[in-house]
Structure formats: structure tokens, C-alpha cells
């Protein structure tokens, strides 16, 4: 055997050597009581078995529940309507129901909006049943009537966290008296409910009475942000937003710790129609030219009271600073029902630039992430803006798929689309904005649809957090929290308790399950990235997996563990496990032990804790 031959036979040799020396170890710690010798002991301060808040372990939860210059968009036009969501909804152009769909093309955010004509009606399973969306087609694993995934520990990205945007929900429920604020608030960022970690606070652009009737009417007024500067010669009037404050400072009491600042428009003396809801014309930008030096300073004096002003502001530092709101999608109009400012690329890259260089001046920490708009429209904004951005934030929205494809599948080849652009230049994505957009249905069906879209965001897009739009909303579609806005608890009105929705209930799964610092795994099977998601999490030594079955029939479901994860690591690996459906919320179900084999019942979640567990080696993967 000549001497290069004979090197790599022992190297060959060496390397099989090693792998039965880790298939011995780990066959050991698979051996019931039987801790490895290398394992070390458990201290107080690194607790093992997972501290899920709320739980109790014997019986079930003890959560209390209270009963643009524009970016032109292209492609053909659609209709829509403004309806309650925080969005205009699609709907059909006159009668050709099929038409009308087919029209979108390949994206329901890169088309103008043009308001319709005749009769409308919105697109919704009851009105379109030849459109129902496809997800009631779709098994948990794609193509398979089982699902079985093996889990390695290869992980990417550091998990951030789950948050809510305080637009509007700030606004009205920071007037609450304590009585009725505490609560609330201890549902949305206390470990005892939903124990959210990101906030997004919203810098309002405030209105002008004259200019923007529509938000002193009773049902729109909680969507009016109030601005900090009235006019352009104004000073600053730090107790204009006390109430969105107030929550701001609540949540980060109970334990939030990310915190972004982000602008849906210019206050309205900025803009060119002088309404914070949009220009005169679709498409049209809003933003003066001769105002964008103004516009980054005003953000940038935000962030900066709330750094330095350690009454008013607590010294929260913003994270990230976004002066933007789905830009580039073009439909923000004069008269509309919310803020928002169109603003084209390049008039982007100006804006950017300068808040940039306020930052700087001002000597704050805090970043800049962008755009904020429609996952399709984001990727062609990375080479011209990439200088600026330290994250890149999207919105989930599934838009409504071509031919009533599956809109989760279907917006997913955008997540593809934006997660290699992203890593391009290797910068984090989040999901800083995602509701039931376009998804009518009872309470659980869109739950499970919220619980796809996580999934298939986490496997796909690869997001490193995920933010709903407002976790309270008087619409029982879109609300976490379903709470009435025409009513405040004071001593004029009778308080209606508000009331958490299955999507809260799929949420506490996630947020209990893969905490920030949480590493999600990289699954075997791509065919079960929509149905299925795990994590690992190092302080607890613990797997988390979650599972959703959108289709009325129950599925077997196996989860194996490779040998690379050693168990009994300072104890008794077992399983623990939870579930919400029609008649269950979050209720714990009792579990046998390793590999993880069920039967998932139809139209239902689950959830798994693997404890005491380890990676004997780890892939980082980029």
C-alpha cells in the first residue's frame, strides 16, 4: 500500500473509531437512569426541567383570563375595500370572481390599487367557495398522510423573541384605570400570560382637525397616533402620547426587553396633502423633499428623550429606529382610515442617510432596520438601502394566492425569495408585522392559520422574530385580545371585559416554548416545513416541537432524536406535552416518554417539551 494510501486509510479508520466512541456514549445516556459520567451536576441557578410560565404541571394552566415620491408599484390593478383590518382588503372587480384573482398575478402587493366600481363583495371562504384557500387540503407533512421528522442539532440564527406593535391598541387601552390596565397587560408581557418580549412603539405623526376629519369620529379616533410636534415651529409636547407611554413602560416592567421605534407617516405638517393617512393620489409620495432632513430629525429626538430622560422614558433605548410603514405598496391616500406615506427607493436612501447620521450626531446606540412592507416588495430594496439597515423587517401577511392555491405556500416563495437576499448580506429578518389578512372563519380555523404562517416563517424566511400587528383588536379575527373599543372602563361607560381568542392560546405555546436565546432547529424533511417547527434551548436543555393539524382528520405524527443529542443529562429525560383545539386551551396532555408517537387530532395544536437533553456537537448553520 503505497504511503498516501495508507494515510488515508488511517484517517478513515481514526474517524470510525470516533463515531462508536459517540454512538457508545450516547447509547449510555439512552439507558433509563443511567446519567452519563460526563454529564455535570444541575446547580439551583441552571435549572433543567423547563420553566414554562403559568403552568401547572399536576392539572392544567393558571393563566387568569378575563371573560410612494413613489415607488411605482406594477402589475395589473385589483378592487378593495377598507375594512376593520389595518389593511385595504382585497375583493373582486365586478362578478368574474375568477378573473379578478387571476388578474393578481404574482403578487397582491406589487399591484396599484385602484378603487373599484359596481358591485363588491369581500373575498372570503362563504362569498368565493371555489377560492376557499387550500390550506384545508394541505397534511402537516406535505404529500403524506404521517409526518415523522428526525431532529439534529444543526440550528441557525439566535432566537430574538414574540412581540406587538402598540399601534393602536396603546392609545386606548393606556386610558384605562389600573384596575383595568394591570391586567391587561399582565395577559400580554407577564410570564404569567403571553410573556412577550419585543414592543413596538409608534411614533405618531398626530393630525391635523381640518386636514384629517376621519380620526375625531368615534370609531376611528384610536387609530389618530398623536404627535409629539404640533406644528413646524412648535415645541415638543412630551405628554401628547402619555397613554401609548404608559403601556410602553408596562410592558417593559414585566420583563420586555427589545424595544423598536418605527413611524407609519411624517406628522402631517410634513407632508404634502397635510394628512397623515396619504396623498391626494394613489401612488403618490408624501413626503416634502424639503422635509426629510426634518423628518429624520424628529425621529431621532424620539429616540433620544426616551434614552436620556430617565423619568419620562425609564432610559429605554430603542434597538432600532424604522421611519417607515409599507412604503412601497402605494395605497396610502388622503381621507384614509389609518397613517401611512408613500415613499419611493430613492427618496428611501435619502431618508435613511440622514437618520443615520442624526443617530450618530445625537451619540444614540440605537440602529436602523426597513422597509416594513409586503414580504414580495422587500428583496429589491436591499442592494439600494443595505448600507443603512441593520435588519430587515417584513411583513407576513399571507396576500391571497393565485387560483386559491395555498396562500401559506404560496407567499412562501417570496420568504425563499427574501431570506436569500437577506443572507446576501447577512443581516436578520423578522416578521415585524402579520395578521389573518384576506382570512375569514371561525375562531380556531384562523388560529391554526396564524400557527402555519409562524411555521412556515420560521422554516422558510429563517426570521429571527416575529411580531403580530396588535395583540388587542376589536375584531374577533385579528385580536390575540378581543377588546371593545367603543367603550372605555371609566365611570360614564359599563366596561366589557375583553376576551382571549384560540390565537392567544396557539401564541402561548410559542412564546412558552422557544423563549428568546432559543436555537430552532434545522428539520430533515423540507415537505414538513409548514406543519412543523422545533427548538433547541441551552439554559433549559430542552427541545421544543410544535406541531399543527389544519385538516379535520387526526394524523400520526413521529419526532426521533439522532444520537448526536445525548439524554438523562442531569436527569430523567422525559416528555412533556400540550395542546389547543375547539375544546382545549393549552391544556396539558399526558405522554409516555422518547421518540415522540401520536395521534395529533384534527383542526388542532400541539406542543412538546424534551428535557434534560444536550447536542454532543452543534452545526451553526449561516
Same mark, same amino acid.
Given at each position: 500500500m503505497a504511503p498516501r494510501d495508507l494515510r488515508s486509510f488511517s484517517r478513515k479508520l481514526y474517524l470510525i473509531f470516533l463515531l462508536l466512541c459517540v454512538f457508545c456514549a450516547a447509547s449510555s445516556a439512552g439507558v433509563p437512569g443511567k446519567a452519563p459520567a460526563s454529564a455535570p451536576a444541575p446547580s439551583p441557578s441552571d435549572e433543567i426541567i423547563p420553566d414554562v410560565p403559568g403552568i401547572d404541571y399536576s392539572v392544567n394552566i393558571t393563566l387568569p383570563v378575563v371573560s410612494g415620491t413613489s415607488g411605482d408599484p406594477v402589475g395589473p390593478p385589483i378592487c378593495f375595500r377598507q375594512g376593520p383590518s389595518p389593511h385595504p382588503v382585497p375583493i373582486p372587480c365586478g362578478d368574474n370572481l375568477s378573473r379578478t384573482v387571476e388578474s393578481q398575478g404574482a403578487s397582491l402587493a406589487s399591484v396599484r390599487v385602484a378603487s373599484s366600481g359596481g358591485s363588491s363583495r369581500p373575498l372570503t371562504e362563504s362569498s368565493a367557495p371555489n377560492l376557499t384557500p387550500a390550506t384545508e387540503l394541505f397534511d402537516i407533512c406535505t404529500g403524506a398522510g404521517s409526518a415523522s421528522v428526525t431532529l439534529n442539532p444543526r440550528w441557525r440564527n439566535k432566537w430574538r423573541g414574540w412581540g406587538t406593535s402598540l399601534c393602536w391598541l396603546g392609545n386606548f387601552v393606556g386610558g384605562f384605570p389600573d384596575a383595568h390596565f394591570n391586567p391587561l397587560m399582565d395577559l400580554l408581557f407577564s410570564p404569567s400570560g403571553l410573556n412577550l418580549n419585543i414592543v413596538r412603539y409608534n411614533i405618531g405623526g398626530g393630525n391635523n382637525a381640518t386636514n384629517s376629519p376621519q380620526f375625531q369620529t368615534d370609531n376611528l379616533k384610536w387609530r389618530g397616533m398623536p404627535g409629539f410636534?404640533?406644528? !413646524?415651529?412648535?415645541?415638543?409636547?412630551? /405628554?401628547?402620547?402619555?397613554?401609548?407611554?404608559?403601556?410602553?413602560?408596562?410592558? =417593559?416592567?414585566? #420583563?420586555?426587553?427589545? @424595544? !423598536?421605534? @418605527?413611524?407609519?407617516? $411624517?406628522?402631517?405638517?410634513?407632508?404634502? /396633502? *397635510?394628512?397623515?393617512?396619504?396623498?391626494?393620489?394613489? %401612488?403618490?409620495?408624501?413626503?416634502?423633499?424639503?422635509?426629510? +432632513? /426634518?423628518?429624520?430629525?424628529?425621529?431621532?429626538?424620539?429616540?433620544?428623550?426616551?434614552?436620556? +430622560?430617565?423619568t419620562w422614558g425609564k432610559g429605554i433605548? @430603542?434597538?432600532?429606529?424604522? $421611519?417607515?410603514?409599507?412604503?412601497? !405598496? #402605494?395605497?396610502? =391616500?388622503?381621507? *384614509?382610515?389609518?397613517?401611512?406615506?408613500?415613499? %419611493?427607493?430613492?427618496?428611501? =436612501?435619502?431618508?435613511?442617510?440622514k437618520t443615520q447620521a442624526a443617530l450618530q450626531r445625537k451619540q444614540l446606540k440605537t440602529k436602523i432596520a426597513a422597509v416594513d412592507s409586503f414580504v414580495e416588495r422587500t428583496p429589491q430594496t436591499v442592494s439600494a438601502l443595505d448600507s443603512y439597515v441593520s435588519r430587515y423587517n417584513v411583513h407576513g401577511y399571507m396576500s391571497l394566492a393565485k387560483n386559491g392555491s395555498d396562500p401559506v405556500a404560496w407567499t412562501s416563495k417570496n420568504f425563499r425569495d427574501m431570506k436569500v437576499a437577506a443572507k446576501g448580506v447577512t443581516k436578520p429578518v423578522w416578521i415585524s408585522e402579520w395578521g389573518p389578512l384576506s382570512r375569514d372563519g371561525d375562531d380556531m380555523g384562523v388560529a391554526l392559520y396564524m400557527a402555519r404562517s409562524i411555521i412556515a416563517s420560521l422554516n422558510i424566511l429563517e426570521a429571527s422574530g416575529w411580531v403580530y400587528w396588535q395583540a388587542m383588536d376589536p375584531s374577533s379575527t385579528w385580536g390575540l385580545i378581543n377588546i371593545d373599543w367603543s367603550k372605555t372602563p371609566d365611570s360614564s361607560t359599563v366596561y366589557t371585559p375583553p376576551t382571549v381568542s384560540k390565537k392567544f392560546w396557539i401564541m402561548k405555546h410559542f412564546t412558552s416554548l422557544a423563549p428568546p436565546g432559543s436555537r430552532r432547529l434545522v428539520l430533515n424533511k423540507v415537505a414538513c416545513n409548514y406543519g412543523i417547527a422545533a427548538f433547541y434551548i441551552p439554559k433549559k436543555r430542552m427541545i421544543s416541537v410544535f406541531v399543527v393539524n389544519q385538516k379535520a382528520t387526526s394524523r400520526k405524527v413521529k419526532i426521533f432524536l439522532t444520537l448526536w443529542f445525548q439524554k438523562n443529562v442531569g436527569g430523567k429525560s422525559k416528555v412533556l406535552s400540550w395542546r389547543t383545539s375547539y375544546s382545549e386551551d393549552f391544556v396539558q396532555v399526558n405522554y409516555k416518554g422518547l421518540p415522540i408517537r401520536f395521534q395529533i387530532p384534527g383542526r388542532s395544536f400541539a406542543s412538546f417539551a424534551i428535557t434534560h437533553v444536550r447536542p454532543l456537537m452543534n452545526i451553526n448553520l449561516p
Open positions: 410636534k404640533a406644528t !413646524e415651529t412648535a415645541a415638543y409636547d412630551w /405628554s401628547a402620547d402619555d397613554r401609548q407611554r404608559k403601556v410602553l413602560l408596562a410592558a =417593559r416592567a414585566r #420583563g420586555a426587553d427589545t @424595544f !423598536e421605534a @418605527f413611524a407609519n407617516s $411624517p406628522p402631517w405638517w410634513m407632508t404634502v /396633502s *397635510g394628512d397623515v393617512a396619504g396623498a391626494a393620489k394613489w %401612488g403618490e409620495g408624501n413626503l416634502k423633499e424639503e422635509h426629510e +432632513d /426634518s423628518f429624520a430629525d424628529f425621529l431621532t429626538d424620539v429616540v433620544q428623550k426616551f434614552a436620556t +430622560d430617565k433605548v @430603542f434597538e432600532t429606529v424604522e $421611519p417607515f410603514n409599507e412604503a412601497l !405598496e #402605494g395605497w396610502w =391616500r388622503k381621507g *384614509g382610515g389609518q397613517e401611512g406615506c408613500n415613499i %419611493g427607493i430613492d427618496q428611501m =436612501r435619502r431618508v435613511l442617510q
